[in-house]
């Protein structure tokens, strides 16, 4: 397992790469949505055009894009409506439903193969009807006609996969107990749905509490998160979840270790409403934080030493697209309607 000491020496390394490249930001034009993962972003504009800036991305030429790359347009990746991906794996949603990923190790999980290696896109049939989709480390899922989960992957944590653990991977799979799904999210080695009746649902890794239910016990078959109702949206981060109910409440829950819930504490096991984001007009996360926009246009970060307007980037915006990379770096829309990614 890699220390937190570790991981805080890399991410410090990323960081000040990052913040050089970052520091004037990068305008971006016509963005629909977007993802991040590591230390690269992806985009999708108005006319489903793919792209994607940032450092470490594997492309379908299997060249690799440098810290500071501009956006780049992805040949093959045209009539997208979703985006998702990890730090090694870029999917996107195509308008006819199939799914298209590309990356370092994409053709090793995508195809089951974990003995080979391929460049290029690869083409996924998760199943009739998709209109969602989310990545996590080794595997994805997407949300299928019916509300059902499909994933795919190698994952070496067989939970995630709505399987018992050990349990060995057959190609594209649908996750049991789930149905009327709108929307899917995932952590470190777990996930949750969000069901039409504004409940969630998770399963996985327990660790820190991220499924929700009240205890540390993970879960191969899906458990509802407790207290929940007319939820709207989650975020997942590495160990915690947030929710946003109809009336703009935040409710969070899993792991607490850098204030990611939004206040001193113990990890939680159910989720709790957040003072501090009560009312926030879009939230997001990231690894180990949560950042909001406030009704008002303010932006806020979880992480205890932030500054606003720190690294460049704006105090106010009109429209919050991501929490940021490493520490506070993100992608918003600002009241000039530029699209600015630090």
Known sequence: MTSRFSRWLVAGIALAALSSACANGHRLSGVVRLAEASSARCYIDGAGQLSCLGGGITLPDAT???TNAGPRPITGMTGMVRVAMSRDTVCGLRNDGKVLCFGAEVSRWTLGDRATLRAGIIEVDPGAGATDIAVGDGMACAVISGGQVSCWGVSTNAAAFGRPMGA???????????SSVTQVAFGSGFACAR?????VSCWGSNFGGA?????????????QAQGLRSVVSIVAGSRHVCAQREDRSVWCWGGNDEQQLGSPGAARSTPAASEAMAGAAEVFTSYNATCWRTADGALRHTDPTYQPGQFGAPTTA????????ISWMPCVELNSGDVVCY
């Open 211 to 223: 499924l929700g239910d009240g205890t540390m016990n993970d879960a191969h078959l899906p458990v």
């Open 318 to 325: 009109r429209r919050l697209l991501s929490c940021g990379l």
């Open 64 to 66: 690799q894009t440098p």
């Open 168 to 178: 060995p991977t057959t190609g594209v799979e649908t996750v049991s107990g789930l």
């Open 195 to 199: 069901i039409v009746d504004g409940t």
